[in-house]
T-cell receptor, first 112, second 114 residues
Framework: RKEVEQDPGPFNVPEGATVAFNCTYSNSASQSFFWYRQDCRKEPKLLMSVYSSGNEDGRFTAQLNRASQYISLLIRDSKLSDSATYLCVVMDGTGGGNKLTFGTGTQLKVEL | DAGITQSPRHKVTETGTPVTLRCHQTENHRYMYWYRQDPGHGLRLIHYSYGVKDTDKGEVSDGYSVSRSKTEDFLLTLESATSSQTSVYFC?????????????FGSGTRLTVV
């Protein structure tokens, strides 16, 4: 079983739609959680951290359910520029190094 | 924001030759990491460093070595390149503490071993 699992997609949605991505993680000791965005042939970039209470940044909302080991990302009013791969990322705070474990990503295509 | 740079950006090399990739940061961050990204596998940690001369292995470290003689530079060496090491290599940096700090990635090095 992969440590971080995501539906690879692609999710093809019309502009203006709301889309949700889900992610599950296996290590119950994981301490920090993130969503990264990666454009084609580019490096991953931090989209947002995910807090236990849930958090929102403009059109993006992230949720964490520690009991179910589940993370979600909601994108409202999708834009063409949202087309990218979204990576679910988990930090193992044990030991040293702040090591991140990445999901394989969910591809989003926003269409006219 | 060019706080982290990788070189070279692209490289084609022959099987059995040594290859060194360089990561340079200007942020004075303590932690540096090397990842490889392959289709179907996502990003996988090769090695990381938590200070000068302090390094440790990640999940896919076989065939790779690293060195960090200065805070700003983290080198990844493929001692004898193999075709299975054809990949995109990303370097990343992070601040030392804080549970909400993510990573900043370099632009990547596309390595092809023929």
């Amino acid at each position: 079983r992969k440590e971080v699992e995501q539906d690879p997609g692609p999710f093809n949605v019309p502009e203006g739609a709301t889309v949700a991505f889900n992610c599950t993680y296996s290590n119950s000791a994981s301490q920090s959680f993130f969503w990264y965005r990666q454009d084609c042939r580019k490096e991953p970039k931090l989209l947002m951290s995910v807090y236990s209470s849930g958090n929102e940044d403009g059109r993006f909302t992230a949720q964490l359910n520690r009991a179910s080991q589940y993370i979600s990302l909601l994108i409202r009013d999708s834009k063409l520029s949202d087309s990218a791969t979204y990576l679910c990322v988990v930090m193992d705070g044990t030991g040293g190094g702040n090591k991140l474990t990445f999901g394989t990503g969910t591809q989003l295509k926003v269409e006219l | 924001d060019a706080g982290i740079t990788q070189s070279p950006r692209h490289k084609v090399t022959e099987t059995g030759t040594p290859v060194t990739l360089r990561c340079h940061q200007t942020e004075n961050h303590r932690y540096m990491y090397w990842y490889r990204q392959d289709p179907g596998h996502g990003l996988r940690l090769i090695h990381y460093s938590y200070g000068v001369k302090d390094t440790d292995k990640g999940e896919v470290s076989d065939g790779y070595s690293v060195s960090r003689s200065k805070t700003e530079d983290f080198l990844l060496t493929l001692e004898s390149a193999t075709s299975s090491q054809t990949s995109v290599y990303f370097c990343a940096i992070s601040e030392s503490t804080g549970s909400n700090y993510g990573y900043t990635f370099g632009s990547g090095t596309r390595l092809t071993v023929v």
